[in-house]
């Protein structure tokens, strides 16, 4: 479990990174899914930490939502300012 208090630790400080960013009007709907993708990964993390599987579990499956909430949020601009999008 020594392991998971390593990578909360990490993770809690890209949330907290993600966190500070400033970012134009635009794009506030995609930083508050990023925000609560980092966040959501940081309690996944903390929670392994301290044994709490279930717990953990229940992040992660909301912190895939929230990454999938990101893309749409990203496609969705991506159609609105019609940038070009290379996918690989």
């Given at each position: 479990?020594?392991?998971?208090?390593?990578?909360?630790?990490?993770?809690?400080?890209?949330?907290?990174?993600?966190?500070?960013?400033?970012?134009?009007?635009?794009?506030?709907?995609?930083?508050?899914?990023?925000?609560?993708?980092?966040?959501?990964?940081?309690?996944?993390?903390?929670?392994?930490?301290?044994?709490?599987?279930?717990?953990?579990?229940?992040?992660?499956?909301?912190?895939?939502?929230?990454d999938e909430?990101?893309?749409?949020?990203?496609?969705?601009?991506?159609?609105?300012?019609?940038?070009?999008?290379?996918?690989?």
């Amino acid at each position: 479990m020594e392991e998971y208090g390593d990578y909360a630790a990490r993770a809690e400080e890209r949330y907290q990174a993600q966190l500070s960013q400033k970012t134009v009007n635009c794009l506030e709907t995609l930083q508050e899914h990023v925000v609560e993708f980092f966040r959501l990964e940081w309690k996944m993390y903390e929670a392994a930490s301290e044994g709490n599987y279930e717990l953990a579990d229940e992040y992660d499956l909301a912190s895939i939502e929230s990454d999938e909430a990101a893309s749409n949020e990203f496609n969705r601009l991506a159609d609105e300012y019609d940038w070009t999008v290379i996918e690989e």
